[in-house]
């Protein structure tokens, strides 16, 4: 049993457990994509850690969230490098993960994070765990598409898994798909601004 081993099953549960919150609204306070109870860090002594971003899944008026379907797909350690990924990188870094090897502006509001180390690679990158403990084991390279959702709110929009088709034509369908959900959700949200004013 690695050292770690405790915190990638608490991860697994959490996704497993969580529930989705409704488009993101002005009136409520959002929830994060990672549970607080898992955002203990072993390597700063266990104390507690507030993210600077909060982390939610894009869900469209039929009550589908396209980026959680894909990630509930993903084999074990993909899903826990994704996982761990977004909680020790999207939400403490939130937009400015585009000036890092991890993500790229797209344009038009529309970002894409990118994942290409494991679970303990990640945390070994940010300084949570020794490199002696990233040892690599099974390969990621995954993308995922985001926009911002008010204030200091990443919305998960959809995702893919680049390491089974590395063509130029899948990514642009990829990123076409995500700007078609970014629009949907924009203009769901000026509905939502007349339906008020």
Do not use: H
């Not at 099953?9 to 919150?21: E, F, G, S, V, Y």
């Not at 969230?65 to 993903?74: A, D, G, N, S």
């Not at 990443?154 to 798909?177: A, V």
Request: net charge positive.
């Amino acid at each position: 049993m690695t050292r770690y081993q405790p915190e990638i099953r608490a991860l697994d549960r959490a996704l497993r457990n969580w529930q989705p919150t409704p488009q993101v609204k002005a009136t409520r306070k959002p929830r994060n994509l990672v549970p607080a109870a898992c955002q203990c860090s072993p390597a700063r002594g266990g104390e507690l850690t507030v993210p600077d971003w909060t982390v939610e899944f894009y869900r469209d008026e039929d009550g589908r969230e396209p980026c959680r379907q894909w990630m509930e797909k993903l084999g074990r350690e993909q899903r826990i490098a994704l996982e761990t990924a977004i909680e020790v990188v999207l939400t403490e870094r939130g937009l400015d993960v585009v000036e890092t090897e991890y993500g790229k502006p797209l344009g038009g509001g529309l970002y894409e994070f990118r994942l290409r180390w494991t679970a303990a690679e990640v945390r070994a990158k940010a300084g949570r765990v020794s490199d002696a403990t990233a040892a690599k084991s099974e390969k990621v390279m995954l993308r995922v598409f985001f926009c911002t959702a008010g204030r200091k709110i990443i919305l998960l929009l959809s995702g893919y898994d680049k390491g089974k088709d590395q063509s130029d034509r899948r990514q642009s369908r990829e990123i076409t798909k995500a700007r078609k959900i970014l629009t949907a959700y924009q203009e769901a949200q000026k509905r939502a601004g007349k339906q008020r004013g």
